[in-house]
């Protein structure tokens, strides 16, 4: 039961909501109930006072004298329910002239009032078997003589009424309880329908149907944030899915590259016997390519660990300008073979992992050296604003088109032509940069205009 009671939501909720109504039917009864019992307390006391005041009327009418003293019940029988009706009349100097008390009660008598005594006047007792009674005292005039009137009652009959009152509340209550249970296992069977849809809908999801989408119009308002988020989930993970897909032909494609070729040259030279250099040859371009593959399998996995957040960060203060010149003085000597100067500016401070900064910037340097015209500067920049430093690397170069700016930093992405030339790229170093920028809160961006190319990155400065 307590297991169930955790996992289902239809009974924890009809649980609640019938507790719910059984509290509220409970407090309306416990109210109406009371508010019973002191109307006809109420009434009852009005009685009693109408009762008291018929005696005295009689009491005060030619020959009650001889009444009182020839047929004392007479007084009583003036009462209605004269059975539970006791009557006590005192005359002066506490001479006892009647008293109507079959059954022997013992009731207290309350201070004598006043010839018209109010509610404020009666007083409780409880009679015999724990019967609730009334009573009250008066003056009157047995002719010229003044006396006292006590009248009391006990209501058995009231106190049978009341527990049948209270047993039909107590019923009603049961019974709206267990109504309101099966009502709202009911209205929740018919409510979560469309939980239920959602859940046999992603019971459904596997490759090929995450194109797949929930109708939102038909849904309650309560639930398209649910099914909002359950779209927007599918699209991610059909986008993901697509993009894994791509990623697995591409890496397949850059593999059977150098596999190919190196298979390839290896089937010839063994087809007949070649001299020693000839092997050397071979053997040289093997290992190039296997270099290769060993620089792209490294970045992949450098992809991996970053996309799952396993790289650890060595946050360091760092000054922009001496990173940039740092990078500028390792490709110095790539850069005058391609005739090309290097020039580096700006300033700034900010927080980041210096081996991931370099990193970074070599890539972008090194594909700005590869594709920048020859005699042309390549310019690094640093540039400081509020919260953020940002670090650019500018060549002159082939414009590269629109379409492809927004895919410059997919893995084994290339643009055009004109910047196709991979020898020595993998085709994951922008993809590492942008890898790079995510790991520190920051982001890699791309411009190209004219023939002028700038990537920058936009590190948040952080405390230094």
């Known amino acids: 039961m307590k297991s169930a009671w955790r996992d289902s939501l239809t009974l924890r909720v009809t649980l609640a909501f019938m507790l719910i109504v059984a509290f509220t039917a409970a407090g309306l009864g ?16 009005l009685q009693l006072l109408g009762k008291l005041r018929q005696v005295q009327i009689v009491l005060g009418r030619p020959g009650a004298a001889e009444l009182l003293a020839a047929q004392p019940d007479f007084f009583r029988d003036t009462m ?5 009706s006791l009557v006590r009349i005192v005359g002066a100097g506490g001479v006892l002239l009647a008293d109507i008390n079959p059954r022997g009660e013992r009731y207290p ?3 004598k009032a006043g010839p018209a005594p109010g509610r404020d006047a009666i007083i409780g007792w409880t009679a015999q078997g724990g019967i609730p ?11 010229a003589t003044p006396v006292t009137v006590v009248v009391a009652r006990a209501y058995a009959e009231r106190t049978a009424m009341f527990a049948r009152y209270r047993a039909d509340i107590l019923a009603a209550c049961a019974v709206g309880a267990l109504l309101a249970a099966a009502l709202a296992a009911l209205m929740l069977r018919r409510g979560l329908r469309p939980l239920r849809q959602v859940a046999a809908h992603a019971a459904l999801v596997k490759p090929g149907t995450l194109a797949q989408r929930l109708d939102i119009g038909a849904a309650p308002a309560e639930l398209r944030p649910l099914i909002d988020a359950f779209n927007a989930m599918l699209q991610r993970l059909q986008d993901g899915y697509a993009r894994l897909s791509g990623f697995s032909a591409d890496l397949a494609h850059e593999f059977r590259t150098p596999v190919t070729n190196m298979i390839g040259q290896s089937q010839v030279a063994l087809g007949q016997g070649r001299s020693r250099e000839e092997y ?3 053997l040289a371009s093997n290992i190039e390519e296997l270099e290769r593959l060993a620089r792209m399998i490294e970045s992949m996995l450098f992809l991996a660990r970053a996309g799952q957040e396993e790289v650890v960060l060595a946050r360091q203060p760092l000054e922009a300008l001496d990173e940039l010149e740092r990078v500028a003085d390792f490709f110095e000597g790539m850069a005058e073979e391609r005739g090309l100067r290097l020039h580096c500016s700006g300033e700034g401070r900010f927080a980041a992992d210096p081996a991931l900064v370099r990193r970074a910037l070599a890539n972008l340097v090194s594909n700005a050296v590869r594709h920048a015209d020859a005699g042309s500067t ?13 670090l650019s690397v500018t060549n002159a170069g082939a414009a590269i088109g629109l379409e492809h700016l927004n895919h410059l930093f997919d893995r084994f992405y290339r643009a055009d032509s004109a910047r196709s030339d991979a020898e020595g790229s993998t085709g994951l170093g922008l993809s590492i940069v942008s890898a790079i920028m995510n790991l520190h809160g920051g982001k890699a961006t791309v411009q190209s205009q004219g023939r002028e190319t700038r990537f920058t990155l936009v590190f948040p400065a952080g405390e230094t």
């Open 280 to 282: 050397e040859s071979l």
């Open 109 to 111: 008598v309350p201070p």
């Open 133 to 143: 009674g009334r009573v009250v005292a008066s003056s009157a005039r047995l002719g």
């Open 30 to 45: 416990i109210y109406l109930y009371r508010a019973f019992v002191a109307e006809i307390v109420r009434r009852d006391d």
């Open 378 to 390: 390549v310019r690094l920049h640093a540039e400081a604003h509020p919260g953020l430093q940002e």
């Open 80 to 84: 209605s329910g004269q059975e539970n």
